[in-house]
């Protein structure tokens, strides 16, 4: 079978029960944002150096092809994910925070390459995020928590994006809000 079939030439795609939809829908919009995002933590994995970032990822990504699927009707296959679901992310948030210094001031993106790739793909669930809020209407009830694992998630990407800095020996790139163009 060929990856390619022609049927989106027009602008239109095949979602969960096989009815065409326009690629500018609320929903394609969504499910892209959500791939996105799965391929920015897989990005992340090639370049983090650290054992426990990439078991929470390897965690997060089969939740988010879950959320994924969940959303295109596919109700019996997958699992839904649920309340405890957010709590692993919030719990991973308080563990990790407690290895780092407390922060004081806003931090840059950067660091080391698995640390900025945390940032960016924390910059890309935040706009999945608003995505899924500016289509509230197409999430069904079955998928309430999308948000709250959307909103803990972006959380829990930046807390990591600092642990992979201190891990690698760097420190927090401070924003300096007197910085001025030399």
């Known amino acids: 079978m060929a990856i390619y079939t022609r049927t989106g030439d027009i602008g239109t795609t095949s979602v969960g029960s096989f009815k065409r939809r326009s690629k500018a829908d609320g929903l394609v919009k969504i499910l892209g944002d959500l791939d996105e995002l799965n391929s920015s933590l897989g990005l992340v994995l090639s370049y983090s150096k650290t054992t426990r970032t990439a078991k929470i990822l390897k965690t997060v990504q089969n939740s988010i092809f879950n959320l994924g699927a969940k959303l295109t009707g596919h109700q019996k296959n ?28 806003f931090i840059l993106p950067g660091g080391s390459k698995g640390s900025a790739h945390l940032h960016l793909a924390r910059s890309v669930c935040r706009r999945a995020e608003r995505t899924v809020a500016e289509n509230r209407k197409l999430v069904t009830e079955d998928n309430r928590i999308l948000l709250p694992y959307l909103n803990r998630l972006a959380d829990l990407l930046f807390v990591l994006a600092r642990f992979e800095n201190q891990r690698a020996g760097l420190k927090d790139r401070l924003w300096n809000k007197e910085f001025k163009t030399p």
Do not use: A, S, T, Y
């Open 78 to 105: 997958f699992r839904k994910l649920e309340h405890p679901d957010v709590g692993f992310l919030e719990r991973e948030i308080d563990k990790i925070e407690r290895e780092l210094k407390p922060l004081r001031n």
